[in-house]
T-cell receptor, first 113, second 113 residues
Framework: GDSVTQMEGPVTLSEEAFLTINCTYTATGYPSLFWYVQYPGEGLQLLLKATKADDKGSNKGFEATYRKETTSFHLEKGSVQVSDSAVYFCALSENTGFQKLVFGTGTRLLVSP | DAGITQSPRYKITETGRQVTLMCHQTWSHSYMFWYRQDLGHGLRLIYYSAAADITDKGEVSDGYVVSRSKTENFPLTLESATRSQTSVYFC????????????FGPGTRLTVL
């Protein structure tokens, strides 16, 4: 079945450092890909998404490019802030049938001043 | 208030008790979802609903029951709570299926003693 694999956390960075959180997926078709973010004590919210190969999703300084050849959707940010401390979830949705979301296990990011 | 709300936010119950978690959304979204979040597993789908009176099982539905008599409400019932159902439960809604953004509630932390 479909699956998403994320790097284990926590990822600990100093403010203004470069961030990469790796995400790879397994899917039978051509899924849409998502990054959701969960701030402490809150529900998840969509950060960015890409619906086809080579698309780049971006929001709030975060970017991720849909790489079909490497089945990856790595999240990057050039300069992190303390306020970016959260748990980040990679997810996919097949574009056929019910199209449910399949989530990775999440990666906790801790940014210190 | 507009949005998606869950109640209660925190619940402690005993093994064998019936518990109902409430979810209410004000957008008239067609799709609603229940997930549970556990360390090491990310989010797993319990049940989903495509419209009022249409529900279907997710990957971890055993021991749970849902109903959807009105578009805006999607209660989740644990018929006889077990310790393994201790978790954080999130409700979500979306206007369309998978490729559309899902909007998450703040979560209910349930502890079964």
């Amino acid at each position: 079945g479909d699956s998403v694999t994320q790097m284990e956390g926590p990822v600990t960075l100093s403010e203004e450092a470069f961030l990469t959180i790796n995400c790879t997926y397994t899917a039978t078709g051509y899924p849409s890909l998502f990054w959701y973010v969960q701030y402490p004590g809150e529900g998840l919210q969509l950060l960015l998404k890409a619906t086809k190969a080579d698309d780049k999703g971006s929001n709030k300084g975060f970017e991720a490019t849909y790489r079909k050849e490497t089945t990856s959707f790595h999240l990057e940010k050039g300069s992190v802030q303390v306020s970016d401390s959260a748990v980040y979830f990679c997810a996919l949705s097949e574009n056929t049938g019910f199209q449910k979301l399949v989530f990775g296990t999440g990666t906790r990011l801790l940014v210190s001043p | 208030d507009a949005g998606i709300t869950q109640s209660p936010r925190y619940k402690i119950t005993e093994t064998g008790r019936q518990v109902t978690l409430m979810c209410h959304q004000t957008w008239s979204h067609s799709y609603m979802f229940w997930y549970r979040q556990d360390l090491g597993h990310g989010l797993r789908l319990i049940y989903y609903s495509a419209a009022a009176d249409i529900t279907d099982k997710g990957e971890v539905s055993d021991g749970y029951v849902v109903s959807r008599s009105k578009t805006e409400n999607f209660p989740l019932t644990l018929e006889s709570a077990t310790r393994s159902q201790t978790s954080v439960y999130f409700c979500a809604s979306s206007d369309l299926a998978g490729t559309d953004t899902q909007y998450f509630g703040p979560g209910t932390r349930l502890t079964v003693l």
